[in-house]
């Protein structure tokens, strides 16, 4: 057998469903759900891979099935690893727990496994599937499958603008746009990503903590990154702290900022030369992937989206609409046309409409992603 049926796809679902409230926490592992079902449709384990991003979830799965496992299927969203990494290849655990046949909702991109696992379950007598294009499992590691294959990582940009179309107030810091609802909906967004930017003048005027408020949500940290000309750099000194990365156009002592009372001192500096005297967000971002950052969520302002819309850096956007007028005098959330219809001229397409309490949020995609 090498196509999931119907039972075998909803089991597939259910194990990319328990993953996703994970996303952001297994630093540089794939957030990858297994769940272990005996031959008459019982569920005999199920499990993510873990905070910090060890145990691995077939293993912990297949710990909780036990003796129970021997001619059961194990449903995974990523072709388990097959590497030594700091533990044991999970292909080895999953041939030695005695099942029978493993349904696989992605095959694994990074070199070290790519297919060989699945090569290897089979050589070992095990029925394998794979799925083609499962939608769950692909939307559960496209951060992970954009670090190995792209070699950046997967960026989602979210921006809230007011009726007429602006952003705030050039002179002003943290105009409020949106309502309580989205404003949670964002501090989601930030637990479920690996690292959030903005650029120099958003973190000049609002000095963002960009920290995930909400109750029992606390300990869930992402890398902090601010995305400036060296210029603004004595602006932003004060930003620094511990899981914060500047990425500026160049690295000269004297635009390193230098620790002070009441700032922690781990911080990174990233050099991200250009040939307009301005950060490449390009460098910038693979340089994010060489630290393991696999999403970045980017909450700037119209400089930072148009920036990154204009060389291609964007897979996914997050535009929020609220009722509220800012007026004339407010900053408008393009240079370009409307935003709705930059995004078009761009290849997004509109994938998803919701309200959010007063406001209204509509996702829009690139077409390739879909």
């Known amino acids: 057998m090498n ?42 384990g199920r499990a993510v891979t873990a905070s910090g991003g060890r145990p691995h979830a077939e293993p912990q799965a297949l710990a909780l099935a036990g003796e129970r496992a021997k001619g059961a299927t194990l449903y995974v969203t990523l072709e388990p690893c097959n590497h030594w ?48 294009n499962h939608a769950p499992s692909l939307e559960l590691h496209e951060g ?8 950046r990582p997967f960026v989602t940009a979210k921006l809230a603008i007011s009726a007429d179309g602006k952003v705030g107030l050039s002179d002003k810091a943290n105009v409020a746009i949106t309502g309580e609802i989205a404003r949670r909906w964002t501090h989601m967004q930030r637990a479920l990503s690996d690292a959030v930017m903005v650029g120099g003048n958003t973190a000049i ?8 408020r909400l109750p029992g949500l606390e300990n869930r940290k992402p890398l ?27 690295r ?12 922690e001192s781990e911080f990174d500096v990233v050099e991200s030369p250009s040939d307009n005297g301005r950060p490449n967000p390009l460098r910038g971002l693979e340089e994010l992937a060489r630290r393991d950052i696999s999403t970045v969520l980017v ?12 060389a291609g850096l964007v897979d996914r956007f997050h535009l929020l609409e609220s009722d509220i007028e800012i007026g004339p005098q407010g900053v408008p959330a393009t240079v370009h046309r409307s935003l709705p219809d930059r995004l078009a001229q761009l290849g997004f397409i509109p994938v998803d409409h919701r309200a959010l309490g007063c406001d209204r949020l509509t996702t829009f995609e690139k077409k390739q992603h879909r």
């Open 3 to 44: 196509s999931p049926g119907g039972d075998d796809l909803r089991w597939l679902d259910a194990a990319a469903r328990i993953a996703m409230p994970y996303r952001g926490t297994t630093a540089e592992n794939p957030t990858v759900g297994a769940i272990v079902v005996s031959p008459d449709g019982v569920m005999l």
């Open 85 to 132: 990494g700091k533990t044991p290849p999970c292909v080895d655990a999953v041939i030695a727990s005695g099942i029978s046949r493993a349904v696989i909702g992605a095959s694994d991109p990074d070199p070290r496994t790519a297919g060989q696992s699945i090569a290897k379950l089979r050589g070992a007598g095990l029925d394998v599937a794979v799925a083609e």
């Open 144 to 151: 992970f499958f954009s670090r190995i294959v792209r070699r």
């Open 205 to 212: 005027l609002d000095r963002p903590r960009l920290s995930v």
């Open 224 to 250: 902090r990154v601010f995305l400036f000309s060296w210029k603004q750099m004595n602006h932003v000194a004060n930003l620094a702290g511990q899981d914060t990365v500047f990425i500026t156009e160049k």
């Open 252 to 263: 000269t002592l004297e635009s390193v900022p230098q620790p002070h009372e009441g700032v």
């Open 299 to 310: 909450e700037g302002g119209a400089t930072l989206n148009d920036a990154l819309l204009d």
